[in-house]
């Protein structure tokens, strides 16, 4: 199995193990978790943006995404794929579940 090396500072190092001691899991899991995810999302698995101090536009309005997910739960070609989906409000910081008829 090939082996992946990279440099982090020691405060990210330490902060990332206490963690995933915390988890129960070892930090190449943790690693091999975001490369999955990155491979599946072609990409990073959450939003990069600048902070630069200004003010970031969400890329999607809160309604819009609440409806996007209410069809891809409710569409019966979801053969196979999640039946659930779970997001934060963006306003209250709160779990809002979407869940579609099995």
Known sequence: MPTISTRVD????AEAEK????IGVPVSTAINIFLKRFIANR???FN???????????????????????????DPNNIG???????????????ITVVGKE
Not at 10 to 13: A, E
Not at 19 to 22: G, K, L, V
Not at 81 to 90: A, G, I, P
């Open 10 to 13: 020691d405060k990210t190092k």
């Open 19 to 22: 963690i995933a001691a915390e």
């Open 48 to 74: 990069v943006v600048s902070t630069n101090g200004a003010d970031q536009k969400p890329l999607i309005n809160i309604n819009t995404l609440d409806a996007s997910v209410k069809r891809a739960v409710a």
């Open 81 to 95: 794929l999640s039946r659930q989906f779970t997001y934060l409000d963006q306003n209250t910081g709160q779990p």
């Open 43 to 45: 990409g990073f698995p």
